[in-house]
C-alpha cells in the first residue's frame, strides 16, 4: 500500500505537467484558433451565396480577393513577423483576426436584419457598399490569420520543441489532427445552428465565439510566453542558422552552414539599418514594401529546400479535394449530401492516420525518406482517379469542347444544354435537387465516381503525410531570422497554384471535361513529387533507396536534436 500512494502521487504530478505544460497550451490555443477559422470560412461563403440571390458571384469574388491578398502580402506578412518580437506578433494578429471577424459578424447580422431597407436605399448602393465592406473586413481577417498561422506553427512550435526533433515531429502532428477535427466538426456546428436557426444567429454566435475565443487564446498565449523562455530571445543572422538535413551536402557543395542558407532578408534590413541616419522619402517608403516582396521571393528561392517546397505548392493545382469543385461535380453525378458528408469524414479518418503514420515513418526511415515514401503511396493511389476518367459511368467526354460552357455564358447562348449541368450550376443548387441517380443503370453511373473518391481518400494518407513532411523540412532548415518570410513566401505559392487551379475549372467547368482537368491535375502531383525526388536524392543521393535501421542513422535528418536556439 506504501508504494503505490507515490505511484498515484506521481501519476497524478505528471497528467498536473501535462495540462500545464507549454505544448498543451499551444494545443489548446491552436484549437480553439482552428475552430473559430474553420467555422468563419464556411459559414463566410454561405453567407454570401445567401446575400446574393443563391449566386456564387460574390463567393468567387471574396475567394479570389483572398487568394490575391496572401500571393502579394505573403512575403510582406513573413517579414512583419520575422522583424518583430513573438508576442507582439501572435498578440496584434490574434487581435485584429479576431475583432475583423466580429465586426464582419455584427455587420452581417444587420445585413441580413434591414436587408429589405438597404436595397431601396439609393438604389441599392448602401447594400453593395456593405458587400464590400464585408469582403475587405473578411480579407483584413485572412491576412491576420496567415501572420498567426506562421507565428505558430512554423516558429512557435519549432521553439517549444526545443532540440528534440522527435518531439517536433510528434507536435506537428497533433496540430494537423487538431486542423483534420476541427475541419469537419466545427463547420457541422454552425451549419446546424443555421439550419435550426438563421443566418442572423449564425452571424451572432460566430461573433460571439470569437470574442470569448480572443480572450482565452491571448491568456494562453501568455502562458506559453512565460514557461518557454526561449520565445523572448530572437537569435542573431548567424547564431541562429539550424543545421542543415546533410553535412556531406554542404562539404560537397564546398559550402559552410552559412553559406547555404543564403540570408538574404538579413542583408536588407542590414543595409536599411546602416542608411537609417537618412531620413527615408515618401517614394523609398512606398518602394519598401516591393523590395520586401522581392528580396522575400529570392531568398525562397536560394533556400536548399527550394524544390521541397515547390513540390508542396504543385499539390493546390488539383481538383481531387473535398473542395467546392469536386462538390459540384459529385452532384452531377447523383450523389446526395448525406452520401457526400461520409466521404468527407472517411477522407478526415485518412487523413489522421496519415500524420500518425508520418511519426511512425519518420524514425524508421528519417525525415527525407518519409516525404519520398508518402509521395509515393499518394501517386499510386491517385492513379485510381485517372482509371476513373475511363471507367463506365464516367460522363469524360473529348468530343465536347471543354470551353463550351465558358462560351455559351460569354455569349448569352442558352441553346446547348451543358451550362444546364455545368459544376457552378451544380453548387448552386441544393443536394436534394441533384439529378437522380437511378436515370442511369446503377453498376455504370457509380463505377467511375467510386474510383474517384477511393482515390482521392486513399491518397490523403500519403498527402498530409507528405504535407508534414516538407513542413518540418522548412522547420529544420530555415534559419530562425528568416522563417518568417519564407513560410510566407511558401504560403503565397500555395495560393498561387490554388488559384490556377480555380482558373482551370473556370476555363472547363462542365462535367465532360472534368476527366480532363483529373488528368491534368494528377500530371501536376506527380511534377511535385518529381521535384521532391530531386531535392531528396541530391540530399540523399543513392543513401534514399536503403532501408535505414537503428545502426545506419547517419544523416542528418535522422538526428535525434536541433541546435539550441539562443
Known amino acids: ?130 458587400y464590400i465592406l464585408v469582403i475587405t473586413i473578411a480579407n483584413i481577417a485572412n491576412l491576420a490569420s496567415t501572420a498567426t498561422s506562421i507565428t505558430i506553427q512554423r516558429d ?102 552559412e553559406d547555404s542558407s543564403q540570408p538574404l532578408m538579413n542583408e536588407v534590413s542590414v543595409t536599411n539599418a546602416s542608411d537609417s541616419p537618412k531620413q527615408p522619402s515618401c517614394c523609398d517608403q512606398v518602394s519598401k514594401p516591393l523590395h520586401t516582396f522581392k528580396a522575400g521571393w529570392v531568398a525562397y528561392y536560394n533556400q536548399n529546400i527550394f524544390f521541397a517546397g515547390m513540390s508542396l505548392a504543385f499539390l493546390y493545382m488539383t481538383v481531387l479535394g473535398f473542395d467546392c469543385i469536386t462538390t459540384g461535380y459529385a452532384y452531377t453525378q447523383g450523389l446526395n449530401g448525406s452520401i457526400l458528408s461520409l466521404l468527407m469524414g472517411a477522407s478526415a479518418i485518412s487523413g489522421i492516420c ?56 460569354l455569349m448569352g447562348e442558352q441553346t446547348l444544354p451543358v451550362a444546364e449541368h455545368s459544376l457552378t450550376d451544380a453548387l448552386s443548387r441544393n443536394a436534394t435537387t441533384a439529378p437522380p441517380a437511378q436515370e442511369l443503370p446503377p453498376l455504370q453511373s457509380y463505377m467511375s465516381v467510386s474510383l474517384l473518391f477511393a482515390g482521392v481518400i486513399a491518397a490523403r494518407l500519403g498527402l498530409w503525410s507528405f504535407d508534414l513532411t516538407v513542413t518540418q523540412l522548412i522547420q529544420e532548415n530555415v534559419m530562425e531570422s528568416e522563417r518568417g518570410v519564407i513560410n510566407g513566401v511558401q504560403n503565397s505559392m500555395n495560393y498561387l497554384l490554388d488559384l490556377l487551379h480555380f482558373i482551370m475549372v473556370i476555363l472547363a467547368p462542365n462535367p465532360e471535361a472534368f476527366g480532363l482537368l483529373v488528368i491534368i491535375s494528377v500530371s501536376f502531383v506527380a511534377m511535385g513529387h518529381i521535384m521532391y525526388f530531386r531535392f531528396a536524392f541530391k540530399s540523399l543521393g543513392s543513401r534514399l533507396f536503403l532501408c535505414c535501421s537503428a545502426e545506419q542513422k547517419v544523416e542528418m535528418d535522422d538526428s535525434p536534436s536541433l541546435p539550441t536556439i539562443v
Open 156 to 257: 512557435w512550435v519549432v521553439v517549444v520543441a526545443g532540440q528534440d526533433r522527435s518531439r517536433l515531429a510528434d507536435m506537428n502532428a497533433t496540430v494537423r489532427i487538431i486542423d483534420q477535427l476541427t475541419n469537419i466538426l466545427a463547420p457541422m456546428l454552425v451549419g446546424q445552428i443555421m439550419a435550426f436557426g438563421s443566418h442572423f444567429i449564425g452571424c451572432g454566435f460566430i461573433s460571439g465565439w470569437n470574442l470569448c475565443s480572443m480572450c482565452v487564446e491571448y491568456a494562453l498565449l501568455w502562458k506559453v510566453y512565460q514557461k518557454t523562455p526561449a520565445l523572448a530571445v530572437k537569435a542573431g543572422q548567424k547564431e541562429q542558422e539550424l543545421k542543415q538535413l546533410s553535412p556531406q551536402r554542404d562539404c560537397e557543395n564546398n559550402q559552410t552552414p
Open 1 to 130: 500500500m506504501e508504494t503505490t500512494a507515490p505511484k498515484k502521487k506521481r501519476c497524478c504530478e505528471s497528467i498536473r505537467d501535462f495540462f500545464t505544460s507549454a505544448k498543451f497550451l499551444i494545443y489548446m490555443g491552436h484549437a480553439l484558433s482552428t475552430w473559430g477559422d474553420r467555422m468563419w470560412n464556411f459559414a463566410v461563403a454561405v453567407f454570401l451565396v445567401e446575400l446574393y440571390g443563391n449566386s456564387l458571384l460574390l463567393t468567387a469574388v471574396y475567394g479570389l480577393v483572398v487568394a490575391g491578398s496572401v500571393l502579394l502580402l505573403g512575403a510582406n506578412i513573413g517579414n512583419w513577423v520575422d522583424r518583430n518580437p513573438r508576442l507582439k506578433v501572435a498578440q496584434t494578429s490574434l487581435l485584429v483576426q479576431n475583432s475583423c471577424v466580429i465586426l464582419c459578424g455584427v455587420l452581417l447580422m444587420l445585413v441580413f436584419h434591414f436587408k429589405g431597407q438597404l436595397v431601396e436605399l439609393y438604389n441599392g448602393w448602401i447594400l453593395t457598399t456593405c
Open 354 to 409: 496519415g500524420t500518425v503514420a508520418f511519426t511512425w515513418v519518420r524514425k524508421k526511415c528519417g525525415l527525407i525518406r518519409t516525404g519520398f515514401i508518402s509521395g509515393t503511396a499518394q501517386l499510386c493511389c491517385l492513379m485510381l482517379c485517372v482509371v476513373s476518367v475511363f471507367a463506365p459511368g464516367s460522363p469524360f467526354d473529348l468530343s465536347v469542347s471543354p470551353f463550351q460552357d465558358l462560351y455559351t455564358h
